[in-house]
């Protein structure tokens, strides 16, 4: 099952990715973790989309879309997955739709994050990660472990305030048309109300997919 997460900065995607991952065995793949992992070792894709990504800008469709060819043509992904803001512009979600086509897949669930603004710069202004495998965390300071990896936790450098700004307004001018271009397509896009305890969002994620 290929399922798209779509949702503001802050929506709790990576976090309901994880949950959902280990729920429906079925792998996430975050483009930003692909593309954080990619800076780290300095590949020239790295290198490419750290400037878009510090301003907090969509890196260009070109290098998304090969990150998806690759990730979506490998055996890891045989069974599904769970795309975390892997499809933030419409050239991004029509190329996905061309790619699967071409090897008998489709995007088979589309789940809409929905949290406010206020909540959201909260959300992120206060979020730390881990450095090494990307969990996301609330209410825990820079420099202390991460539960799952023991790696240091560190705030992200798009989640300065300017940054998160044009964050959302890059979500609204350039991602938020991508909920009607799937609903154009006849998908349904199943919309959560994100504003609640995590186990709690995942519970409604769990029943809007049917599982
Ligand atoms: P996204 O991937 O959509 O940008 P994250 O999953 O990284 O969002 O969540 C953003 C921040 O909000 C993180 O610090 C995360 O721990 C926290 N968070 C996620 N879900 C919730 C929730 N339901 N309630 C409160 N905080 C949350
Ligand atoms: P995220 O970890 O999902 O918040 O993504 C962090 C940053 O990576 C974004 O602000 C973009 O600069 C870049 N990025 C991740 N996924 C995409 C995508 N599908 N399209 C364009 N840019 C992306």
Not at 143 to 169: F, H, Q
């Amino acid at each position: 099952m290929i399922i798209v997460l779509l949702g503001p900065p802050g929506a709790g995607k990576g976090t309901q990715a994880d949950k959902l991952a280990a729920r429906l065995g079925i792998p996430k793949i975050a483009t930003g973790d692909v593309l954080r992992a990619a800076l780290r070792e300095g590949t020239k894709r790295g290198l490419e989309a750290k400037a878009y990504m510090d301003r907090g800008d969509l890196v260009p469709d070109s290098v998304i879309l090969g990150i998806l060819q690759d990730v979506m043509t490998s055996p890891v992904t045989k069974k599904g997955a769970i795309l975390d803001g892997a499809v933030r512009t419409v050239p991004q979600a029509e190329g996905l739709g061309v790619m699967l086509a071409e090897i008998g897949k489709k995007v088979d669930k589309v789940l809409l994050f929905d949290v406010d603004d206020d909540e959201l710069v909260k959300r992120l202004s206060t979020r730390t990660v881990c450095e090494g495998c990307q969990t996301p965390y609330m209410g825990r300071d820079p420099g202390t472990s991460c539960e799952k990896c023991g790696g240091k936790l560190v705030r992200r450098k798009d989640d300065e305030p300017e940054a998160i700004r044009n964050r959302l307004e890059v979500y609204r001018r350039q991602t938020a048309p991508v909920i009607d271009w799937y609903r154009d397509q006849n998908q349904k896009v199943l919309k959560i109300d994100a504003d609640a305890p995590v186990d709690e969002v995942t519970a409604r994620a769990v029943k809007a997919l049917g599982k």
